[in-house]
Structure formats: structure tokens, C-alpha cells
């Protein structure tokens, strides 16, 4: 039976030879008819002035109806709105008219008052007159519809996903937008996905390669084939021991197999990300790689993985930290002419109290009477002051000398009590009173020692300078240091001096803006790029209460 029509179409062959036997035949032939009809994978149905005559049980199941309901019920039921059902009521006359039949996707309406999407086909008995007798045929399409919406909001994200991509790959992507919008199947799609992570991977500049699931590399693209030769990449990529080759950690350590981002992302099953790996060959040149491995969720696949030259950057970084080094230890001195008076004033008391202590010996040793044990005595006194300078100046020449960098384990409360101990004398000519309030469970951080105690000796000496105009009772410096149990120390310090402007605060860690008449501006900006070289941060905040406190935080050593 051709789909919009419900004329029986009987077999030649089957044409009855005897008039006797026409009607039984005939009978026979619309059984067969009507047992199509009702068992038909569409639904059927007629209809005359937009009611519904008859229609097949497979018509009333889409539509959520029991058998016999929808005969003689006007279609109107089966639309959302009456809106629409007008609307589709005109255009479909309009186009079996001049068509002789017509066909749609439309929305409509389930018994249960659920909406759903379906393939309606009309053809009239009569052309010229389609609001008379008609067959329609409707199919559900909601599944193909989900699917279509799916694949929809699959590609969008693909497309969004591919915009974000590098400068050089825009070309390519267009492309495959393109080429993906003219995808009308499930089947072509995931073709053109596929096609697009091909070009991807080898148009991408970054280098990158994929192993099987027993991790043995089985592709690598044009970008790490051009950039390595065969001897780096199987270093990299753990192919096993090189002779000319030797990989090690970014603090110089050598990287086992089991170490290698692949292997460490293959057996955990999850992302190892920016992992920074030498490779060092025979001649001693040192070429630097981030290495990102992830697992592919793809049976017989085991990781992709990423490699990015930091060579470059690092010779940059290295070149920074070097300023930044020398920048921090011109900034050391000058703290330490700023504290001249005060450190002068610190050597005398011990030295001159040496002196007086050998003079009187000198004069007993003149005088040839004297008593030993006094003269023991007074040398011995004599000593103490002269150890008490020497370990004053062995502090001085160990703050401001020139030394590379160095990280280690650092015990952050000791620290801080040293550099309260260095500026105990200016604390105390200025009268100010310390409060300390050190946590006692802190665990250690790593750091340079020299450019945290820089640090500290700055925030000091600045809260100190801060409160020379605040009422004596109100100077008191407040040392902090609390840990979040977590992954951070937070030392804080603050004075009770004037306050610093909200304009003034925006400014603060600019290099070379400063409040002070006689003042460089570079101290805080030290201390912040320190802080944030260490992997922290350092703030600066109003008190509530007057004053400022400067804070700053260092990760824990993990």
C-alpha cells in the first residue's frame, strides 16, 4: 500500500478466474488490506473537514489514546494550541492545493498533554477540494529529534571548545565547522569528529604523542617530530635508558621511569599536569620540557601527552631571579644605612665596654699590684662584650651579603623572632612595645631564609618608622603568624601609626612610590616579588583601630 492512500491494490495474479469466485476474493483482499491498515508501523488516518473518520491503533498509540476515541473527535485535540492548529490548518490546504499532498515536522499534543515531535503526510482524495477526504500519516519522531538535539549541543561545545584553540589552528577549525554544520547523520558526524582531532593533533604546534594501554608510544605528531630528534623523544617519553641522554627534576635530581608524567598518568588513571623535565645531553646542554600526560578512556589507548619547550622561559626565570637577587641585596644595604645610627649604637655599648675592661687591666698591669683572680675576671668580661660585637657585625656581613639563592626547610617562627631580635635597639629607641602572637604547631615552609628575613626586617622597620608620631602608650607592633591547616602560613604585621590612604594603598607595592621624604619606593616592591616568587602573596590593609597591617603567605613544605 503506498503511504496516503487507502485504495486496495489487488495482485494480478490473484484475480479470480470465475465470476462465482470474485467476492470471496474480493473479501479476502480487503481483509488483508485492513489487517495492514490496523498493523501498520505509522499511524493512519482519515479524515473529512478535519475530523477524524477512522484511524489505525498505531495512530492512537502516538497519541496516547485507547482504541475508538479519536473517531469522529475533530484534530483540533491533537494540537498544542489553537494557534497552531489553525496555523498548520492553512498551510497544509494551501499546499495539497497546489502540490496534491503535503508533508512537515511539527509539535503535537499526546492525550496525557505532553508534547512531541512528528512527521505528519497528507494527501486529499481530491486536490481540488484537500478539506474534504484525506489520509494522514503520522510518525513519532521525538527519539530522532533528542538525537538531533544532542548532537546539536555536542557540536557547539566541539566548536567552542575549537575557538579557544591557538592563533594557527583557526583556519583549520573554521574548516571543520564548516564541515561539520553540513553533517546530517549520527554516523557522519562522529566521522568529522574524529577527522577534527586528526588535525588537531597534527597541526597543533605543541608536541604531542599517544601510547597504547601497556604504555608504549604508537604516534607522535609533526610538532614533536620536528623539534626532538629520536634520542630526546625516547628519553622523554621513557623508551628506556639513553646513554647521551640524562633526564632530571626541575632541583636537578634524576628522573626515575616510574617518575615519567606517562607511566605516573598510566598507572593512577588521572591527570599529571606542567610537569618540568631536563633533559640533559652529552655535551652538557640542558633542554627544558613541561610535560602534561592524561589518560585516554578509549579501550587500547593509554595516555596522551604534551610537551611544551620551556627552555627559553627558564633561562628567562633564572635571568629574573638573578635581578631580582641583586635588587634585593642593593635593597639590604640600604636598609643597612638606614639603621647605621642605630647599628653604631649597638656596636658601642659592647665595644666600649671591652675597652673599659682592658684599660683597667692595662692600669693593674701598670701598677704591678694586682689581683689575679680580679684581673681573670675583667678579661673575661672583656670577652663577652667584644663576642657580643663580633656576633652583631657576623649578623650584619650575613644579611647583606651577595649569595645565590638558596631553598630550603625553614622554621618560620624562629626566623621571625631572629629578625625581631635584629631591630630590638631601633624598636626600643622608638619606644615601641611588641606584641608576639606566634602559633605554635607551624610546619615549615620552603624558602630562602635571607629573602624572607628581608622581608620581615622591611615590615618591621617600616611599623616601627610608621608610629614615630603615635602617643607613646599607643606604639605597640604586632607580630602574627597562624597556620590554615591546610596549605598556608599567614604571618601578619601591624602598627598603630596613621594609616595609610585607601589612593595611597592602591599605589603601595608600585616600585618606587614611597611616603617617605628620603625613601627609594623599591622596599615593599622587593618584598612582594619575593613573597610571590615564593608562591605567595603579600597585602596591605587598614586597621580598623588606626594603623596598618601588612600580610603575607607562604605555602607549607609538602
Given at each position: 500500500?503506498?503511504?496516503?492512500?487507502l485504495?486496495?491494490?489487488?495482485?494480478?495474479?490473484?484475480?479470480?478466474?470465475?465470476?462465482?469466485?470474485q467476492?470471496?476474493?474480493?473479501?479476502?483482499?480487503?481483509?488483508?488490506?485492513?489487517?495492514?491498515?490496523?498493523?501498520?508501523?505509522?499511524?493512519?488516518?482519515?479524515?473529512?473537514?478535519?475530523?477524524?473518520?477512522?484511524?489505525?491503533?498505531?495512530?492512537?498509540?502516538?497519541?496516547?489514546?485507547?482504541?475508538?476515541?479519536?473517531?469522529?473527535q475533530?484534530?483540533?485535540?491533537?494540537?498544542?494550541?489553537?494557534?497552531?492548529?489553525?496555523?498548520?490548518?492553512?498551510?497544509?490546504?494551501?499546499?495539497?492545493?497546489?502540490?496534491?499532498?503535503?508533508?512537515d515536522?511539527?509539535?503535537?499534543?499526546?492525550?496525557?498533554?505532553?508534547?512531541?515531535?512528528?512527521?505528519?503526510?497528507?494527501?486529499p482524495?481530491?486536490?481540488?477540494?484537500?478539506?474534504?477526504?484525506?489520509?494522514?500519516?503520522?510518525?513519532?519522531?521525538?527519539?530522532?529529534?533528542?538525537?538531533?538535539?544532542?548532537?546539536?549541543?555536542?557540536?557547539?561545545?566541539?566548536?567552542h571548545?575549537?575557538?579557544?584553540?591557538?592563533?594557527e589552528?583557526?583556519?583549520?577549525?573554521?574548516?571543520?565547522?564548516?564541515?561539520?554544520?553540513?553533517?546530517q547523520?549520527?554516523?557522519?558526524?562522529?566521522?568529522?569528529s574524529?577527522?577534527?582531532?586528526?588535525?588537531?593533533?597534527?597541526?597543533?604546534?605543541?608536541?604531542?604523542?599517544?601510547?597504547?594501554?601497556?604504555?608504549?608510544?604508537?604516534e607522535?605528531?609533526?610538532?614533536?617530530?620536528?623539534s626532538s630528534?629520536?634520542?630526546?623523544?625516547?628519553?622523554l617519553?621513557?623508551?628506556?635508558?639513553?646513554?647521551s641522554?640524562?633526564?632530571?627534576?626541575?632541583?636537578?635530581?634524576?628522573?626515575?621511569?616510574?617518575?615519567?608524567?606517562?607511566?605516573?598518568?598510566?598507572?593512577?588513571?588521572?591527570?599529571?599536569?606542567?610537569?618540568?623535565?631536563?633533559?640533559?645531553?652529552?655535551?652538557?646542554?640542558?633542554?627544558?620540557?613541561?610535560?602534561?600526560?592524561?589518560?585516554?578512556p578509549?579501550?587500547?589507548?593509554?595516555?596522551?601527552?604534551?610537551?611544551?619547550?620551556i627552555?627559553?622561559?627558564k633561562?628567562?626565570?633564572?635571568?629574573?631571579?638573578q635581578?631580582?637577587?641583586?635588587?634585593?641585596?642593593?635593597?639590604?644595604l640600604?636598609?643597612?644605612?638606614?639603621?647605621?645610627?642605630?647599628?653604631?649604637?649597638?656596636?658601642?655599648?659592647?665595644?666600649?665596654?671591652?675597652?673599659?675592661?682592658?684599660?683597667?687591666?692595662?692600669?693593674?698591669?701598670?701598677?704591678?699590684?694586682?689581683?689575679?683572680?680580679?684581673?681573670?675576671?675583667?678579661?673575661?668580661?672583656?670577652?663577652?662584650?667584644?663576642?657580643?660585637?663580633s656576633?652583631?657585625?657576623?649578623?650584619?656581613?650575613?644579611?647583606?651579603?651577595?649569595?645565590?639563592?638558596?631553598?630550603?626547610?625553614?622554621d618560620?617562627?624562629?626566623?621571625?623572632?631572629?629578625?625581631?631580635?635584629?631591630?630590638?635597639s631601633?624598636?626600643?629607641?622608638?619606644?615601641?612595645?611588641?606584641?608576639?602572637?606566634?602559633?605554635?604547631?607551624l610546619?615549615?615552609?620552603?624558602s630562602?631564609?635571607?629573602?624572607?628575613?628581608?622581608?620581615?626586617?622591611?615590615?618591621?622597620?617600616?611599623?616601627?618608622?610608621?608610629m614615630?608620631?603615635?602617643?607613646?602608650?599607643?606604639?605597640?607592633?604586632?607580630?602574627?603568624?597562624?597556620?590554615?591547616?591546610?596549605?598556608?602560613?599567614?604571618?601578619?604585621v601591624?602598627?598603630?601609626?596613621?594609616g595609610?590612604?585607601?589612593?595611597?594603598?592602591?599605589?603601595?607595592?608600585?616600585?618606587?612610590?614611597?611616603?617617605?621624604?628620603?625613601?627609594?619606593?623599591?622596599?615593599?616592591?622587593?618584598?612582594?616579588?619575593?613573597?610571590?616568587?615564593?608562591?605567595?602573596?603579600?597585602?596591605a590593609?587598614?586597621?580598623?583601630?588606626?594603623?596598618?597591617?601588612?600580610r603575607?603567605?607562604?605555602?607549607?613544605?609538602?
Amino acid at each position: 500500500m503506498r503511504a496516503g492512500t487507502l485504495t486496495p491494490r489487488l495482485d494480478k495474479t490473484r484475480i479470480p478466474s470465475r465470476k462465482s469466485d470474485q467476492p470471496e476474493s474480493l473479501k479476502e483482499a480487503l481483509a488483508e488490506h485492513a489487517l495492514m491498515f490496523d498493523n501498520a508501523i505509522v499511524g493512519i488516518g482519515m479524515v473529512h473537514e478535519r475530523v477524524i473518520i477512522r484511524c489505525n491503533r498505531r495512530f492512537e498509540e502516538i497519541f496516547g489514546y485507547g482504541p475508538g476515541e479519536l473517531n469522529n473527535q475533530n484534530v483540533r485535540i491533537l494540537y498544542p494550541s489553537d494557534e497552531e492548529y489553525e496555523r498548520r490548518g492553512n498551510i497544509g490546504y494551501e499546499h495539497m492545493r497546489t502540490h496534491g499532498s503535503y508533508s512537515d515536522e511539527r509539535v503535537m499534543r499526546r492525550k496525557s498533554g505532553e508534547t512531541f515531535w512528528c512527521n505528519a503526510d497528507l494527501k486529499p482524495l481530491d486536490p481540488d477540494n484537500p478539506r474534504r477526504r484525506a489520509v494522514v500519516i503520522f510518525q513519532d519522531i521525538s527519539k530522532r529529534k533528542a538525537d538531533e538535539a544532542a548532537l546539536l549541543h555536542a557540536r557547539e561545545q566541539l566548536e567552542h571548545l575549537v575557538e579557544e584553540r591557538t592563533r594557527e589552528l583557526r583556519q583549520a577549525n573554521d574548516a571543520l565547522r564548516a564541515e561539520i554544520s553540513l553533517r546530517q547523520k549520527t554516523e557522519e558526524e562522529l566521522l568529522a569528529s574524529r577527522e577534527k582531532y586528526r588535525v588537531l593533533f597534527e597541526t597543533f604546534p605543541i608536541g604531542i604523542s599517544i601510547t597504547d594501554d601497556h604504555g608504549k608510544v604508537t604516534e607522535i605528531n609533526q610538532a614533536l617530530g620536528r623539534s626532538s630528534s629520536r634520542s630526546l623523544q625516547a628519553a622523554l617519553l621513557g623508551g628506556g635508558k639513553i646513554p647521551s641522554m640524562e633526564l632530571t627534576h626541575a632541583d636537578g635530581s634524576p628522573v626515575s621511569y616510574e617518575q615519567l608524567p606517562s607511566v605516573r598518568a598510566l598507572e593512577e588513571q588521572r591527570v599529571v599536569a606542567d610537569v618540568e623535565l631536563g633533559v640533559r645531553s652529552s655535551s652538557g646542554r640542558v633542554r627544558w620540557f613541561s610535560v602534561t600526560a592524561a589518560p585516554i578512556p578509549v579501550k587500547g589507548h593509554g595516555v596522551v601527552i604534551a610537551h611544551v619547550e620551556i627552555t627559553e622561559r627558564k633561562r628567562m626565570d633564572e635571568l629574573d631571579r638573578q635581578r631580582r637577587a641583586e635588587l634585593a641585596h642593593v635593597s639590604r644595604l640600604n636598609v643597612m644605612g638606614e639603621m647605621a645610627a642605630t647599628l653604631a649604637h649597638e656596636l658601642g655599648q659592647p665595644l666600649s665596654g671591652t675597652l673599659n675592661y682592658l684599660h683597667g687591666c692595662q692600669l693593674r698591669l701598670a701598677s704591678e699590684e694586682y689581683d689575679p683572680a680580679l684581673f681573670h675576671s675583667a678579661v673575661t668580661q672583656a670577652i663577652l662584650h667584644a663576642e657580643q660585637a663580633s656576633a652583631i657585625v657576623k649578623h650584619m656581613r650575613q644579611f647583606v651579603r651577595r649569595a645565590e639563592p638558596e631553598t630550603v626547610a625553614t622554621d618560620l617562627n624562629a626566623l621571625i623572632m631572629e629578625m625581631v631580635s635584629f631591630v630590638d635597639s631601633e624598636r626600643r629607641q622608638h619606644r615601641v612595645a611588641m606584641q608576639m602572637s606566634l602559633s605554635e604547631d607551624l610546619p615549615e615552609v620552603r624558602s630562602d631564609p635571607l629573602e624572607i628575613k628581608q622581608v620581615m626586617l622591611n615590615l618591621l622597620k617600616n611599623g616601627i618608622e610608621a608610629m614615630q608620631k603615635t602617643t607613646e602608650p599607643e606604639r605597640q607592633l604586632e607580630v602574627t603568624t597562624k597556620w590554615d591547616q591546610r596549605r598556608w602560613i599567614e604571618v601578619s604585621v601591624a602598627d598603630r601609626g596613621s594609616g595609610v590612604s585607601k589612593k595611597e594603598l592602591a599605589k603601595i607595592f608600585n616600585p618606587f612610590f614611597t611616603t617617605k621624604q628620603d625613601g627609594l619606593g623599591l622596599g615593599l616592591a622587593i618584598c612582594r616579588s619575593i613573597v610571590e616568587a615564593h608562591g605567595g602573596r603579600l597585602t596591605a590593609a587598614s586597621n580598623g583601630y588606626g594603623g596598618t597591617t601588612f600580610r603575607f603567605t607562604l605555602p607549607v613544605e609538602k
